[in-house]
C-alpha cells in the first residue's frame, strides 16, 4: 500500500518538477519570477484534451502537438508582455505576468467553464505487476515521459550550443551579450521550452486526475514556486529533486493524517511559508546571478 | 578607541570573506581602509554598519559591542554611512533625501502626524528642514535642493549622499569610495570636503582605492588582502611595505 | 438618479479598497489580500450590527479594528517575504479566509450573511471616509513617516542604515492597510444588506492593484483616480463589462509596457498644483514641490 502511494508521490512530484523546472530556466535566464507560467501549464492541458477529443490522435502525437502549442503560447507571453517592457521599473514584468494571468484565466473560465472538465482515458488503463506490487500504465507513462523530458533537457543545456548560450546568460546577462551572444533570442527559446514542459506537465495531470479545470493554473503556480524555492532559485537539478521531494511529502501526508483534515494544498503554502522565513536561500542553495 | 572589531570572520556560503580581521579606530582620526578588490572592505562596512550579520567575532562601538543591534539602532548610536554605488531614493528630491538623515535623531510618529495635537509637530519639520538645508550648503550643492535625486550628475548626487549621512549628526562616518566616478576637480574638491568633516571633530572610516587622496589626508591606513589585514599604520610606513606592495603589484620576480 | 447614485456609492467604497492597498504598496508591500481584510470587516461589522444591536459607526470601526489586528499578525511573517512570494502569501491568506467563512454557520457560511440594515446614505459616509484618507495620505506625504516609507519602499536597507525601523514601518503599513480594508468591509456590507464569502474573492483583491497600477503610484490621487475611473467607466459600456477582467489584465501589461508610472504620476500632481497655486496666486509655504521656476 506504501509502495502504491510513493509511486503516486514521484509521479505528482514529476509533474511539479517539470513545472518548477520551468519557473527555474525562466528565472535563470531573466531574473523574473514567471507569475504566469501555472496558466500556461493549464492551457496547455486544456490543448492537449482538445487535441485528443477532436482530433482522435494517439498520446504519443497528441502530447508533442500540445507541447508545441504551449511553446508558441510562452514565447508569445515574451514577445507581447516581457520583452517591450522598460527595464527601470523591477516590478514591471511581474504586474505584466500577474496581467497574462488575468488575462488567461478568465478567458479559460469564459471559453471551458467555472467547473472541471473531464479529461478523455487517451490511453487504456492497465495493472503491471511487480513482485507483490501493482503499478498502473498512467504512472509508468508519466514517469516514463517526465524521466525522458528531464534527461532531453539535460542533455540540451549541457551539450548544446544553445543550452551554452542559456548558461551564459544566466551566468551574466549583459557579458552574454558582450560576447555575441543574442540574449533575446535565448530568452525566447528558454520560455518556449519551459513552457513547453509545462504543457506536458498539464497534460499528464489530466491522465493522472482525469479531470481539469481553469483553475489548476494557480495551484500549479503554488506549487512549483515552493519546489523552486526548496530546490533553490535558478537551479535545475534542485527543482528536479524538490518536485520529487513535494510530490511525495504531500502524498504521505494524506496517508499519515487523519482524512478529514484535507491538508494537501495548504501544505505545500505552508511549506512555503517556513521556507521563506527560515531558510531563504532553499535547502539546495541559490545560484543567482550577482548584481 | 571609537570603533573597535575584534577577530571578524564572515563566511557567505562556504566563501571566507574576512579571517581574524581585527581594527582598532580612535576617534577623530581619518583612518583609511585601502586593498585589491574583493578583499573584503566593502563587506567590513556591511557588518559595522549591521547589513550583514558577523559569523564570529565582536564589533564595539564607544566600548558598547553592538553585534545585536539591527542597522536602524546603530544610526541612532551614530554610525553613518555611504555606498559604493550611491543609493538615493530616486523619486524624491533632493531636500527629502537629506531630511531622511534626521530620521534617526526625530520622533513624530503616525498617529502625531494624522491628528497634529500640537505645533510640535510642525516645529519638528522645519527643525529637519533647516537643518537639511544647511548640510546641503556644507557640501555646496543647496540649489539643487528641490530637484529629484536622480537627475543629478553622479558626482552632486555622491555629495547629496554625504549630506544625507552627515545630517544623521553622526560621530563615525563611513565613505566607501566616495572618489569613485568623479574627475580630478570633483575628487580635490571631495578630498576637501572629508578634510573638513574630519575637523569637525567626526571619525571618518574611509574606503578608497584613489591613492593619491588617500596618502594625502589619512592618519592611519589599514591593508586588507583576500579577507585578511595585511599591514596597517601611518601612510609612509604603508608606502614601504612589501606586503602591500606585493598585494597590488604582484612579487617581484 | 438612483442608479448613478449606487454606481458612485460603490466608487467610493472602491477608492476606500484601493487606499488600503496603496499603503503596504509605498512601503513595498504587495498584498493580494485586501480582499480578505475586506470581507473581515464586512462580517465583524454586521455581527455587530444583526447580533448585537451596536449602532453603524462603532460598528464600521469595530469592523476595522479586527482587521487590523489580523493584519498585524499576518505582517509578521510578511515582514521577511518580499515580491512574488508575498503575492502567495497574501493571496493565500485572501483563500483561507474565504473557506473559513464559508464554514462558519453563525454567520451564514455558503449561503451568505441577509438582514444587515441597510445605512441611509451610506454615499456620505463613504464619501466621509475617503475624505479622511486624503488628509491622511496628503499629511503622510510631507511628514517625517511619509519620507520613511516612501524610502522603504524604494530601498529598505539604505533605509534601515539610515536609521528607519523598517520592522516597524512596515509592520504599520500593513496593519492600517488592513483597518482602512475592514472599514470599507464594513460600509460595503450595510450598503448591499447581504454579503457571501465569494463576493471578497481573489479577483476582487487583484482589481485593486489594477486600480492602483492604472490610476499611478507615484502619489495616493492615482489610487483613488484608478478606482474611481475604472469603476464608472464599465458601467456605462456594456461591452466592457462582460469583458472586465480580462481588460484589466491586458490593461496591466499595456501600463506596464507604455506608462509604468500609471496615468497620476508627480509630475502630473504638480503642474495641478502650480498651476493651482499660480491662479490663486498663493504663496508657496514650504511645501516641497519642485518646480522648475523656483530656483533657491
Known amino acids: ?291 | 578607541m571609537i570603533l573597535e572589531i575584534k577577530n571578524i570572520i564572515k563566511y557567505f556560503n562556504g566563501f571566507c570573506a574576512l579571517m581574524n580581521v581585527g581594527l582598532e579606530v580612535e576617534e577623530n582620526t581619518l583612518h583609511a581602509i585601502i586593498g585589491p578588490n574583493g578583499a573584503g572592505k566593502t563587506t567590513l562596512f556591511n557588518l559595522i554598519s549591521g547589513m550583514y550579520d558577523v559569523s564570529e567575532g565582536q564589533i564595539a562601538f564607544r566600548k558598547k559591542p553592538i553585534n545585536e543591534l539591527r542597522p536602524h539602532q546603530r544610526a541612532e548610536l551614530g554610525i553613518a554611512r555611504t555606498f559604493q554605488i550611491v543609493r538615493l531614493f530616486g523619486h524624491m528630491n533632493v531636500l527629502e533625501n537629506v531630511m531622511l538623515g534626521s530620521h534617526c535623531k526625530t520622533k513624530t510618529g503616525l498617529l502625531r502626524t494624522l491628528f497634529r495635537i500640537s505645533l510640535r509637530e510642525l516645529k519638528e519639520e522645519k527643525t529637519t528642514r533647516e537643518n537639511a538645508m544647511r548640510w546641503l550648503e556644507f557640501v555646496g550643492i543647496a540649489q539643487k535642493a528641490n530637484q529629484i535625486a536622480v537627475n543629478l550628475p553622479h558626482a552632486e548626487q555622491r555629495l547629496v549622499e554625504i549630506a544625507r549621512a552627515l545630517s544623521q549628526d553622526p560621530d563615525l562616518l563611513l565613505f566607501d569610495e566616495p572618489a569613485a566616478g568623479m574627475n580630478p576637480k570633483e575628487t580635490v574638491d571631495l578630498e576637501s570636503l572629508i578634510v573638513k568633516i574630519n575637523q569637525m571633530g567626526k571619525t571618518v572610516l574611509l574606503i578608497e582605492h584613489n591613492m593619491e587622496l588617500v596618502m594625502e589626508i589619512s592618519h592611519v591606513i589599514s591593508v586588507l588582502n583576500f579577507g585578511a589585514k595585511i599591514a596597517e599604520g601611518k601612510p609612509s610606513e604603508i608606502q614601504q611595505n612589501p606586503a602591500v606592495i606585493e598585494a597590488y603589484l604582484g612579487r617581484k620576480r | ?296
Open chain 3, 1 to 296: 438618479m438612483d442608479y448613478l447614485t449606487s454606481v458612485v456609492t460603490i466608487a467610493g467604497i472602491n477608492i476606500i479598497m484601493a487606499l488600503s492597498f496603496y499603503l503596504p504598496f509605498m512601503t513595498g508591500q504587495i498584498s493580494l489580500g485586501q480582499a480578505g481584510f475586506m470581507s473581515i470587516g464586512a462580517y465583524a461589522s454586521a455581527v455587530c450590527t444583526v447580533k448585537f444591536g451596536i449602532p453603524y459607526v462603532p460598528a464600521v470601526l469595530i469592523g476595522g479594528i479586527c482587521s487590523a489586528m489580523v493584519g498585524f499578525v499576518l505582517g509578521l511573517p510578511a515582514l521577511r517575504i518580499k515580491g512574488i512570494y508575498l503575492l502567495l502569501l497574501t493571496l493565500g491568506f485572501g483563500e483561507i479566509v474565504r473557506v473559513v467563512f464559508i464554514n462558519i454557520d453563525y454567520i451564514g457560511g455558503a449561503a451568505g450573511f441577509p438582514g444587515i440594515p441597510y445605512q441611509e446614505h451610506t454615499l456620505l459616509y463613504a464619501y466621509g471616509m475617503v475624505l479622511i484618507l486624503i488628509v491622511f495620505f496628503n499629511r503622510l506625504r510631507k511628514s517625517r513617516m511619509g519620507r520613511a516609507c516612501q524610502a522603504v519602499g524604494t530601498d529598505e536597507d539604505a533605509a534601515e542604515v539610515l536609521g528607519v525601523n523598517i520592522i516597524a514601518v512596515k509592520l504599520t503599513a500593513f496593519s492600517t492597510g488592513a483597518f482602512i480594508a475592514g472599514i470599507g468591509g464594513g460600509i460595503f456590507a450595510h450598503y448591499q444588506e447581504y454579503i457571501e464569502p465569494l463576493m471578497f474573492d481573489v479577483m476582487h483583491a487583484v482589481e485593486l492593484i489594477v486600480f492602483t497600477i492604472f490610476g499611478g503610484i507615484q502619489i495616493f490621487w492615482g489610487p483613488i483616480f484608478g478606482a474611481f475611473v475604472l469603476t464608472l467607466v464599465p458601467e456605462f459600456l456594456r461591452i466592457i463589462q462582460e469583458w472586465r477582467m480580462e481588460l484589466y489584465g491586458a490593461l496591466l501589461v499595456l501600463m506596464m509596457i507604455v506608462r509604468p508610472q500609471g496615468i497620476i504620476s508627480l509630475d502630473s500632481v504638480w503642474s495641478i498644483e502650480y498651476a493651482v497655486r499660480r491662479l490663486f496666486r498663493i504663496k508657496t509655504t514650504g511645501v516641497l514641490s519642485p518646480s522648475r521656476t523656483e530656483g533657491k
Open chain 1, 1 to 291: 500500500m506504501i509502495f502504491q502511494q510513493i509511486i503516486n508521490g514521484l509521479m505528482l512530484g514529476a509533474t511539479y518538477s517539470l513545472v518548477a523546472i520551468g519557473y527555474t530556466l525562466i528565472f535563470g535566464v531573466l531574473g523574473i519570477l514567471h507569475f504566469a507560467h501555472g496558466e500556461v501549464l493549464m492551457a496547455g492541458a486544456f490543448m492537449g484534451l482538445y487535441i485528443i477529443t477532436w482530433s482522435g490522435l494517439p498520446l504519443y502525437i497528441a502530447l508533442p502537438l500540445a507541447m508545441l502549442a504551449t511553446g508558441i503560447l510562452g514565447v508569445l507571453i515574451d514577445l507581447l508582455a516581457i520583452r517591450p517592457l522598460r527595464k527601470d521599473f523591477h516590478l514591471a514584468p511581474l504586474l505584466s505576468t500577474i496581467g497574462v494571468t488575468i488575462i488567461l484565466q478568465n478567458l479559460a473560465v469564459k471559453l471551458f467553464g467555472g467547473f472541471g472538465t473531464r479529461f478523455p482515458d487517451a490511453i487504456g488503463t492497465t495493472n503491471y505487476q511487480v513482485g507483490s506490487f501493482f503499478i498502473s500504465s498512467v504512472n509508468v507513462l508519466i514517469l516514463g515521459i517526465s524521466l525522458s523530458l528531464m534527461v532531453g533537457l539535460y542533455f540540451i543545456i549541457a551539450k548544446t550550443k544553445i543550452g551554452k548560450g542559456m548558461r551564459a546568460v544566466s551566468e551574466n546577462h549583459m557579458v552574454a551579450g558582450l560576447l555575441g551572444v543574442n540574449v533575446d533570442w535565448i530568452v525566447l527559446i528558454t520560455f518556449g521550452i519551459a513552457s513547453a514542459l509545462a504543457g506536458a506537465a498539464g497534460v499528464m495531470i489530466g491522465l493522472a486526475f482525469h479531470a481539469i479545470s481553469p483553475f489548476i493554473g494557480l495551484t500549479f503556480a503554488l506549487k512549483g514556486l515552493v519546489v523552486m524555492l526548496l530546490g533553490g532559485l535558478g537551479n535545475v537539478a534542485g527543482a528536479m529533486i524538490g518536485g520529487l521531494i513535494l510530490g511525495l511529502a504531500e502524498v504521505l501526508s494524506i496517508v499519515l493524517l487523519p482524512t478529514e483534515i484535507n491538508l494537501q494544498d495548504i501544505f505545500s503554502f505552508g511549506i512555503m511559508i517556513l521556507i521563506l522565513i527560515f531558510k531563504p536561500t532553499g535547502l539546495f542553495g541559490t545560484r543567482i546571478r550577482q548584481g
